[in-house]
C-alpha cells in the first residue's frame, strides 16, 4: 500500500499452527531490562527476544527463559511462567520486567496464583511449570536445560481445564 506522502506499507500473513502439546526451554543469557523504559510492554523493539529464541532453537529447545538484571525469573521470549512449588502456583512478579499478559491475568484470576520474585534455581525446586500467551493458551514445559517436568503436571491439567471451559463459554474471556 502506498500512502499519499509516499510513505510504504507491508503487511504479511500466514496462517498460525497449532502449538505444541509441550515445550522444552533454555535458560538465555540476555536478560530483560526490568528498570528500562520497555519493561512490562508490549512492543515492536522485538529484536532482542527473537534473538534469544534463536539462540534456543538452535541449541535444540523450543523458546528461551530470561531472567532479569537481578537474576530473577522473567518470561520467555514468547510467554509469561507459571510454576509450582508444593502446591502452590507462582509466577513472576511484573516489577521482573515480565509482560503484563491477558493470558496471564486471567490465569492468575481464576488460580488463586502467587506473584514471587525468585532466582531461577527455584525451578530445580518446581514441581511442574508451565507457560501462557494469547497464541499459546496454557502450554505445559517438559524440560528446562536438563531438568525434566511432567508435562502436564496435575495443576497444569487444571489450569488448562478452567481455560478451556472459560474458552468456550466465551471466546474472548
Known amino acids: 500500500l ?7 506499507l507491508t503487511l504479511v500473513s500466514r496462517p498460525i499452527s497449532s502449538p505444541s502439546t509441550s515445550v ?11 528498570q528500562g523504559p520497555r519493561a512490562g510492554i508490549k512492543s515492536t523493539c522485538y529484536e532482542a527476544f527473537a534473538q534469544a529464541r534463536l539462540r534456543a532453537q538452535a541449541r535444540g529447545h523450543d523458546d528461551a527463559l530470561l531472567t532479569n538484571g537481578a537474576g530473577l ?22 516489577s521482573s520486567g515480565c509482560l503484563p499478559g491477558i493470558t496471564r491475568a486471567l ?21 511442574e ?25 496435575p495443576m497444569t491439567r487444571q489450569v488448562q481445564k478452567v481455560w478451556e471451559e472459560q474458552a468456550s463459554i466465551n471466546s474472548d474471556p
Open 2 to 8: 502506498a500512502a499519499e506522502n509516499g510513505a510504504d
Open 24 to 34: 522444552t526451554l533454555t535458560l538465555d543469557a540476555w536478560t530483560v531490562d526490568e
Open 73 to 94: 525469573l522473567c518470561e520467555t521470549s514468547t510467554a509469561n511462567l507459571f510454576y509450582a512449588v508444593d502446591g502452590e502456583l507462582r509466577t513472576p512478579t511484573l
Open 107 to 127: 490465569v492468575k484470576r481464576w488460580h488463586g496464583v502467587t506473584e514471587v520474585d525468585a532466582p531461577v534455581d527455584v525451578l530445580r525446586e518446581a514441581d
Open 129 to 153: 511449570v508451565f507457560i501462557v500467551s494469547s497464541l499459546r493458551d496454557v502450554q505445559p514445559v517438559r524440560q528446562i536445560d536438563e531438568r525434566l517436568y511432567p508435562a502436564p503436571g
